[in-house]
């Protein structure tokens, strides 16, 4: 059984930058037609997909948090990280890392998320 588990501190200081990590078991993110992703949910608001991580490392993100975002991958852990920088309140959202088969889709597999609020 695939599982997800996000970690992370869910307290951030604005104009710092988030690091947030997803444990994965029962499955290797480098192997299979997956794609690894963050996806976020501000409070009122809608899943928004931030970026994705393929199977060979490849990366890509949405356009609003390209200047921002980056995701890596630790593969001896099997984890993959995001990190958001220049954080704002705004970026405060229950964060979710996920699988799916499709590179941008909110409709995968997910971890239970985790909050994150930006505040000073």
């Known amino acids: 059984q695939v599982q997800l588990q996000e970690s992370g501190p869910g307290l951030v200081k604005p104009s710092q930058t988030l690091s947030l990590t997803c444990t994965v078991s029962?499955?290797?993110?480098?192997?299979?037609?997956?794609?690894w992703m963050w996806i976020r949910q501000p409070p009122g608001k809608g899943l928004e997909w931030m970026g994705s991580?393929?199977?060979?490392?490849?990366?890509y993100y949405t356009a609003s948090l390209k200047s921002r975002i980056s995701i890596s991958r630790d593969t001896t852990k099997n984890q993959f990280t995001l990190q958001l920088a220049s954080v704002t309140p705004e970026d405060t959202a229950v964060y979710y890392c996920s699988r799916a088969q499709m590179a941008t889709t909110t409709n995968g597999l997910r971890g239970q998320g985790t909050q994150v609020t930006v505040s000073s």
């Open positions: 029962g499955a290797s993110i480098t192997f299979g037609i997956y794609y």
């Open positions: 991580i393929s199977n060979s490392g490849n990366t």
